[in-house]
Each structure stands twice: as structure tokens, then as C-alpha cells.
């Protein structure tokens, strides 16, 4: 197992996932990438959101997949997710949304040295 994570979370978004975990039961992430909700990380019940075979999986949070679209990939694939929560609404379909706490993606660059360690990820995992 490589020690670099594509996407990792924070203590606050460990914690935020059990509580909604504990309401909504198994939990899945969709990095947005615009619209609606702008570009916010989407966190919804497993099997709400369909993810299809343009969608990447870059990890995992705490038994929780996270997704996101090949093309929005294209942006990211040299920086980590650094997913975080902070006080404010949620996205409007994200589980978050009506807890006064949203999910928010933070990154940082790679190193040469953890992008060589970083395979290309493939299809989605289900």
C-alpha cells in the first residue's frame, strides 16, 4: 500500500462522517466540480449518487469511497484532497447540508517523490 493518499481527511471530517454515518448509514464522496454547488466535496448515502465509468476512485475516508469525474481529475491529479469540515451550510443534495458544518476540500501539491509513488487510478471501484 502506497503512504500517499490521493484523498485523506482530517480528525473534524472523521468525526462528521461517524455522525452522519450513524443517521444515514454507509456513506459515499463525489468531488464537485461546479454547478450548483460549486466545487464542494458531496457526501451522500451509498448508492444515492450513480457513479459511472467517467468517474474516477481516489480513495477511501474511514470506510467512505470518494469519487470524482476523469475530466475534473484531469485538474487535480497532481495535488492531494485534503478533505476538512468548517462551520457553515452544505452543499444542497450533500448529507451535510442542515448540521451548521460543510465538508470542504483543501489541497496541497505533490512531490516528484509521492507522484512517482501514485499509480493512475482506473474505473470505479463499487
Avoid at 462528521?16 to 454507509?26: I, K, N, S, V
Wanted: include cysteine.
Amino acid at each position: 500500500m502506497n503512504a500517499t493518499e490521493r484523498v485523506k481527511a482530517t480528525a473534524a471530517a472523521i468525526d462528521m462522517l461517524a455522525t452522519l454515518r450513524a443517521r444515514h448509514g454507509p456513506l459515499m464522496f463525489f468531488q464537485s466540480g461546479g454547478c450548483c454547488d460549486g466545487s464542494a466535496p458531496m457526501c451522500y448515502a451509498a448508492g444515492e449518487f450513480a457513479v459511472s465509468d467517467s468517474d474516477v476512485y481516489l480513495g477511501n475516508l474511514d470506510g467512505t469511497p470518494f469519487y470524482m469525474g476523469i475530466e475534473q481529475f484531469a485538474y487535480w491529479e497532481h495535488t492531494q484532497l485534503i478533505i476538512d469540515v468548517v462551520d457553515g451550510n452544505g452543499g444542497m443534495f450533500s448529507l451535510d447540508n442542515g448540521t451548521g458544518r460543510r465538508f470542504l476540500t483543501r489541497s496541497r501539491l505533490f512531490t516528484d517523490d509521492e507522484l512517482a509513488q501514485l499509480q493512475h487510478p482506473s474505473a470505479p471501484v463499487r
